[in-house]
């Protein structure tokens, strides 16, 4: 019984103390947070790993959310260059002809304001009823008629965001959405985002290449003005949502803390929280 009373008491004195770890890795996530949420930070700010105390530090990385493909932005207007864009990805996501089709029309009639069913698309019926609104997150795309060849894989929603101001973030895509432009093709994007990342090849980090105006992206990527005025459209420099990253560590504990902010002249505005 001693033996029993003793192990339970070492059993709590470490659980206990893993609690407190894990409440110190938290603190120090945040702390973190609040470092990048200071409107003065933006991408090109280097925050250093911070040590604050034996054992407690905490590490952050901003990059820009607009290098994702916003869906509400891709679909509003029912523009055919940005239409095309979201279908090129579709296909490169393994769908075929038919599932991009119906895809297309299902995502366009759960938007839009009216009960006309398209093509290929689907309005009320049964027990399914389109929103009649742009989507709110990635994540109700799944419930959106059609999406099935494209929601049932795995990391599905990565490329993906409803939270940036719409064009492409040069500063930010990745060479696989950066494909999908007119008149870049997989030898542009690559050198871009290979310069752009800098030796260790990660965004977010301290020897980042971020390009202060349009003009020099174009310049770098050789584009003459024709072919850059049928891109213009499509593309932004620096967008001001940033996806920011927070890890806290406390021993061998490690809490994370994600939001998506966008920051301007003022108090930035918290789009997403998650921990």
């Given at each position: 019984?001693?033996?029993?009373?003793?192990?339970?008491?070492?059993?709590?004195?470490?659980?206990?103390?893993?609690?407190?770890?894990?409440?110190?890795?938290?603190?120090?996530?945040?702390?973190?947070?609040?470092?990048?949420?200071?409107?003065?930070v933006?991408?090109?700010?280097?925050?250093?790993?911070e040590?604050?105390?034996?054992g407690?530090?905490f590490r952050v990385?901003i990059?820009?959310?607009?290098?994702?493909?916003?869906?509400?932005?891709?679909?509003?207007g029912?523009?055919?260059?940005?239409?095309?864009i979201?279908?090129?990805?579709?296909?490169?996501?393994?769908l075929?002809?038919?599932?991009?089709?119906r895809?297309?029309?299902?995502?366009?009639?759960?938007?839009?304001a009216?009960?006309?069913?398209?093509?290929?698309?689907?309005?009320?019926?049964?027990?399914?009823?389109?929103?009649?609104?742009?989507?709110?997150?990635v994540?109700?795309?799944?419930?959106?008629?059609?999406?099935?060849?494209?929601t049932?894989?795995?990391?599905?929603?990565d490329?993906l965001?409803?939270y940036?101001?719409?064009?492409?973030?040069?500063?930010?895509?990745?060479?696989?959405?950066?494909?999908?432009?007119?008149?870049i093709?997989?030898?542009?994007?690559?050198?871009?985002?290979?310069?752009?990342?800098?030796?260790?090849?990660?965004?977010?980090?301290?020897?980042?290449?971020?390009?202060?105006?349009?003009?020099?992206?174009?310049?770098?990527l050789?584009?003459?003005?024709?072919?850059?005025?049928?891109?213009?459209?499509?593309?932004?420099n620096?967008d001001?949502?940033?996806?920011?990253?927070?890890?806290?560590?406390?021993?061998?504990?490690?809490?994370?803390?994600?939001?998506?902010?966008?920051?301007?002249a003022?108090k930035?505005?918290i789009l997403?929280?998650?921990e």
């Amino acid at each position: 019984m001693v033996f029993g009373w003793a192990a339970w008491t070492q059993q709590g004195i470490a659980a206990h103390g893993e609690a407190n770890r894990a409440a110190e890795a938290r603190a120090m996530a945040h702390s973190g947070l609040a470092i990048a949420l200071h409107p003065l930070v933006s991408r090109q700010t280097q925050i250093p790993e911070e040590q604050v105390s034996p054992g407690q530090s905490f590490r952050v990385r901003i990059v820009g959310e607009g290098g994702k493909l916003n869906v509400n932005w891709l679909i509003r207007g029912e523009d055919p260059m940005k239409l095309a864009i979201l279908r090129q990805w579709l296909t490169r996501r393994g769908l075929d002809y038919e599932q991009c089709s119906r895809f297309m029309d299902c995502l366009l009639d759960y938007v839009d304001a009216d009960n006309v069913k398209r093509l290929n698309g689907a309005e009320d019926d049964g027990n399914y009823h389109p929103a009649n609104r742009e989507l709110r997150s990635v994540e109700e795309l799944a419930r959106v008629a059609g999406t099935a060849p494209l929601t049932s894989q795995p990391g599905w929603q990565d490329d993906l965001t409803v939270y940036s101001l719409g064009p492409i973030d040069l500063n930010a895509a990745s060479a696989e959405i950066l494909e999908l432009l007119p008149g870049i093709g997989e030898t542009r994007a690559r050198q871009f985002v290979q310069f752009r990342q800098g030796e260790d090849g990660v965004d977010g980090t301290a020897d980042d290449n971020l390009f202060p105006d349009i003009k020099s992206i174009q310049q770098f990527l050789k584009l003459n003005d024709g072919q850059f005025q049928l891109l213009a459209p499509l593309v932004a420099n620096n967008d001001l949502t940033l996806h920011i990253i927070s890890e806290g560590r406390s021993g061998n504990v490690t809490r994370q803390v994600e939001t998506i902010v966008r920051k301007g002249a003022g108090k930035p505005q918290i789009l997403s929280w998650k921990e």
